[in-house]
């Protein structure tokens, strides 16, 4: 095979991947008044007197508490906190993490307040 060969069979292997754009814009967009954000909040599993919040004890709450007022779904992972306590040492804390996709409106503001007052006075 020739260098030129080389080269052309390279140059179309390159251009092989390459596609025209649409003509056609999407057809599906979010209407402005239908606005979302997304809210991710923190739970330490630590309680200030002692023993931890059980796995239980956390599905309980997102089921009893943050499912019914976040309907649409929502997303729980494992997380570690961690800060560095007025002592200088570095404290950690198993904790989850919740994240919420939801509407930006004053009934959501107001279920996330509800979820993190109920979460504390457990």
């Avoid at 239980?56 to 929502?74: A, C, H, I, S």
Wanted: hydrophobic content about 40%; glycine content about 8%; proline content about 3%.
């Amino acid at each position: 095979m020739t260098i030129k060969t080389g080269v052309m069979a390279a140059a179309l292997l390159m251009l092989a991947g390459c596609t025209a754009p649409s003509r056609h814009a999407a057809v599906e967009t979010c209407k402005a008044d239908n606005q979302m954000q997304q809210t991710t909040l923190y739970f330490g599993l630590n309680r200030p007197a002692g023993a931890q919040i059980t796995s239980n004890e956390w599905q309980q709450f997102v089921d009893q508490d943050v499912t019914p007022r976040f309907r649409d779904g929502l997303t729980v992972f494992d997380a570690r906190g961690q800060w560095l306590g007025n002592d200088g040492k570095v404290a950690r804390e198993p904790s989850k993490a919740l994240m919420l996709i939801h509407g930006k409106d004053a009934q959501s503001d107001k279920n996330i307040e509800a979820l993190r007052g109920i979460y504390k006075s457990r």
